[in-house]
């Protein structure tokens, strides 16, 4: 009797262990092994199957079997054979549809069941299927998530023995827990993959907002996870110690996709504009135009007074200064034209050009005095490089301040807590000389070096930027290489991003 209550003690203690470590357990295809090897270890079971519900099907997850040496799903080899149909003939299918544990005996006295599969496997392997015990995973909302089978109970001398039925009480306890353990991890997966999805939802709509950024978002995220890949493969040097878990590339990737959420605040005026002065060139040019006339109206005036006064040696050198005001007014248009577009670099001699154009001044038909280019136009037209003005940049750097507010408001879990961060410093530089927070050095932590670096390369490669286009790969690591020198980004990390031509990993 105390041998009996001593068993029972310790199998009551065994399931209560498995009920922490199945709670306990993060990896899917462990959990699934671990609820087939305690069943099979609490009732001494030779083999056992489990199935998950899949519509009308049961797939088969895990087989394992000590005689046959099988051991496949989860973690082993993988299972290649075909789901079992949600008939009740079939044993298996009886206990997911009527919720209840089915205990046989012996399967070839059986009745009421076809188990012709088994008999078959036994004719071609030599085996012999004798008792199953077959326990339905029934979760908390009382929905059968799968099925458990057990094949074969032993004693302690191997023999095969039917399963003693307080057993179905033990393993449906277990069953019931694992149930839970499946169910909980499955809507923590669901609410993941909802999160993610509703992440590239919104990255996706700010990218929409402007040409310029089609598919910017989702090619750092990309290029961010391959190249935290790279890193994590590299033993040698200064990447020997760096390991890159799939929790920590998980939260590089998020922080790529968020990167630029900011820029729902940015105007469009500013994320679209593609050159200087943009649409206001063709007012300028209209303007210019409306000078030229006036310049030309009074060119004829006085032609026609020196005509009629009968002064016609004065008349060349009247039409010579027409000329040069005429050549005058075409080099403006030209240069106008030329200082808009945003690949022209705005030297000092530029400068100083677009300086005098705007020092000149023409009279209305009010005769209001104006000048040649309006101070806005002035400033737009001054920009050394780029399209941006001064206060423009400012707007449009602010969009990673906004993207640090926004970030802060949601409840990241514990494993994407850096989310905000990283995704608020894919600006910083090396030297101290990004934005928005000035870090320098080892202050900017290596995911937010990694996405510095993905962040140009992709900018400068797009194919979807209509006011430029895309440069070659080789351009653009020579560009990165000058960014290097200049003590912007890491030049380890470029080295490695072009060894291992991180850019082909990803797919367009």
């Keep these: 009797m105390r041998t009996y209550t001593s068993e029972i003690l310790e199998q009551v203690k065994d399931i209560l262990n498995i009920g922490i470590a199945l709670s ?31 519509g009308d099907h049961l797939l088969f997850k895990i087989i394992q079997n000590d005689t046959m040496q099988t051991y496949q799903g989860g973690m082993g080899e993988p299972i290649n054979l075909p789901p079992v149909p949600m008939r009740r003939e079939n044993v298996s299918s009886y206990a997911a549809l009527s919720h209840q544990s089915v205990n046989i005996p012996d399967v070839y006295v059986a009745e009421g069941f076809d188990f012709s599969g088994p008999k078959n496997y036994d004719k071609i392997t030599g085996y012999r299927t004798g008792s199953i015990l077959v326990i339905p995973l029934e979760n908390h909302e009382g929905d059968v998530i799968g099925v458990l089978q057990l094949l074969n ?7 095969t023995i039917p399963f003693a ?8 306890s277990l069953a019931s827990q694992a149930a839970i353990s499946l169910t ?7 609410i993941e993959r909802l999160f993610n999805s509703f992440v590239e939802v919104m990255a996706t709509a700010i990218d929409s907002r402007t040409p310029y950024n089609a598919n910017h978002t989702r090619r750092v995220a990309l290029l961010a996870g391959e190249l935290a890949r790279v890193i994590d493969g590299e033993k040698e040097e200064q990447w020997a110690e760096i390991d890159f878990s799939e929790d920590r590339i998980a939260q590089l990737v998020m922080a790529g996709w968020l990167h630029d959420i900011g820029k729902i605040a940015t105007p469009l005026s500013v994320m679209n504009k593609s050159s200087r002065i943009e649409a206001q060139l063709e007012l300028v040019i209209q303007r210019l135009d409306y000078i030229e006339a006036s310049l030309k109206s009074h060119y004829l005036e006085q032609k026609l007074a020196l005509l009629n006064s009968g002064n016609i040696s004065s008349i060349q050198s009247l039409d010579d200064k027409w000329q040069e005001e005429k050549n005058l007014m075409q080099e403006t248009r030209d240069l106008i034209i030329k200082v808009d577009h945003p690949a022209t670099f705005v030297d000092k001699e530029i400068l100083q050009k677009v300086h005098d154009i705007a020092g000149r001044t023409y009279l209305d038909q009010a005769g209001n005095e104006h000048p040649w280019l309006t101070e806005a136009e002035l400033t737009a037209l001054s920009v050394i490089k780029g399209t941006l003005t001064e206060a423009e940049r400012q707007i449009m750097e602010d969009h990673v301040v906004i993207t640090a507010r926004m970030l802060d408001k949601i409840p990241f879990t514990r494993k994407l807590k850096e989310v905000p961060y990283f995704a608020s410093i894919h600006h910083e530089h090396l030297d101290g000389k990004g934005y928005p927070r000035g870090l320098a050095g080892d202050e900017i932590p290596l995911e937010g070096r990694i996405l510095a670096l993905v962040d140009v390369f992709d900018a400068l490669t797009a194919a979807d930027r209509p006011y430029k286009k895309a440069m070659s790969t080789d351009q653009a690591l020579k560009i990165l290489g000058f960014m290097v020198k200049d003590g912007e980004l890491d030049g380890n990390l470029l080295q490695l991003f072009t060894e291992k031509t991180v850019w082909e990993r990803v797919a367009d």
Excluded at 40 to 48: E, F, H, P, V
Excluded at 153 to 159: H, S, T, V
Excluded at 165 to 172: D, G, L, N, T
């Design 24 to 54: 306990a357990e993060k990896d899917h295809n462990r959990l699934l092994e671990m609820i087939v090897t305690e069943a099979r270890g609490i009732t001494r079971a030779d083999g056992g199957t489990l199935y998950l519900c899949e």
């Design 153 to 159: 109970a032993k004693d302690k001398e191997g023999n």
């Design 165 to 172: 039925p307080y057993f179905e009480k033990v393993i449906s």
């Design 184 to 190: 909980n991890m499955q809507l923590l997966a669901d």
